[in-house]
């Protein structure tokens, strides 16, 4: 606030009382006006972790004035633009918002631009970092043909080229077959970092596991694709299909829905693979203790067993 000219910092001064004395929205947007109104620059709203931010009525009450005041900007002023950073595309915020009962599809902030830039490393920019990497460790790695390995397994996922490159630099080297950073960094030694990736427990992985439960149309669509082998048409205007493309879990291949890379394929065959076995088995054992028990189903109907 000591920044600001003495106006703008007047108003500042004028909003933090209303948040110690309470009160309304609209009261509140006065203020913001006012500051925007003095402030010698135009002025941008950051709001981060919205996704945490979208659990209340409020905050949708608070978006419909954003959207009111940007409408009268001429007569009202207000922010110049507004960024609202998440997971969710803010057009989706009202299926996360509302119950299912609940959902519509006019969204009170309807005035969005699209994120175009896409997030995915190219296998240029994953050589270049191994460049680095090389520079300062000399593993006698060949570069390009690495990073080539690393887009192939991941398609440019960021998280996923970081972890691979991590496991290869840190567990890798004196393990089994590989008994330094050379040995390592090889096509081998990226399949057993890959190994290890399927195997452990992150909030990738759990978050992609979390959404088939959240959404069990998205389940369905997924085990169709990979166990079925049923080609699924990509079509952006189908609301599961917008939200696995917006987690990332999707791509679009030549108009047709695919896993967005291989690690999140192994991912999903494993746990429809383990969730068959542990059914299977769980079945044969209850079949197998009813034969050696001599009872069947008709015992646990009438009696007071359950």
Not at 34 to 50: R, T, Y
Not at 177 to 194: I, K, T, V, Y
Request: aromatic content about 10%; glycine content about 6%.
């Amino acid at each position: 606030m000591r920044r600001v000219p003495e106006a703008a910092g007047e108003a500042l001064d004028r909003i933090k009382k209303y948040g110690d004395e309470g009160c309304t929205l609209s009261i509140l947007f006065e203020g913001l006006s006012e500051f925007c109104a003095s402030a010698p620059k135009p002025v941008v709203l950051l709001i981060d972790e919205v996704d945490s931010a979208s659990n209340n009525q409020v905050f949708l009450d608070f978006l419909a004035l954003l959207r009111g005041y940007y409408l009268q900007r001429e007569d009202f002023p207000t922010f110049q633009s507004v960024i609202l950073a998440g997971v969710y595309d803010i057009r989706n915020l009202k299926q996360k918002v509302r119950p299912d009962s609940e959902h519509k599809h006019n969204s009170p902030w309807n005035i969005a631009a699209a994120f175009d830039v896409n997030m995915d490393l190219e296998v240029d920019g994953i050589a270049g970092m191994l460049a680095e990497y090389e520079a300062d460790y000399h593993t006698g790695m060949d570069v390009r043909r690495m990073a080539q390995l690393l887009y192939e397994e991941t398609c440019g996922y960021p998280f996923l080229v970081s972890r691979l490159c991590q496991l290869m630099d840190e567990q890798i080297p004196g393990s089994g077959e590989f008994p330094d950073r050379q040995a390592a960094w090889s096509r081998e030694g990226l399949l057993a970092a890959e190994k290890i990736l399927l195997m452990e427990k992150n909030t990738l992985f759990d978050s992609l596991t979390n959404k088939l439960e959240d959404y069990p149309k998205l389940r369905e669509l997924f085990y169709s694709m990979l166990f079925l082998g049923e080609r699924v048409v990509y079509n952006s205007h189908n609301d599961i299909i917008q939200l696995a493309s917006m987690f990332g879990f999707v791509k679009n291949v030549d108009g047709a829905m695919a896993v967005a890379n291989r690690i999140f394929e192994a991912v999903l065959y494993n746990l429809f693979l383990s969730e068959e076995e542990v059914s299977n088995r769980t079945f044969s054992a209850a079949g197998k203790c009813g034969l050696h028990c001599g009872e069947s189903h008709e015992t646990y109907r009438g009696g007071n067993s359950l």
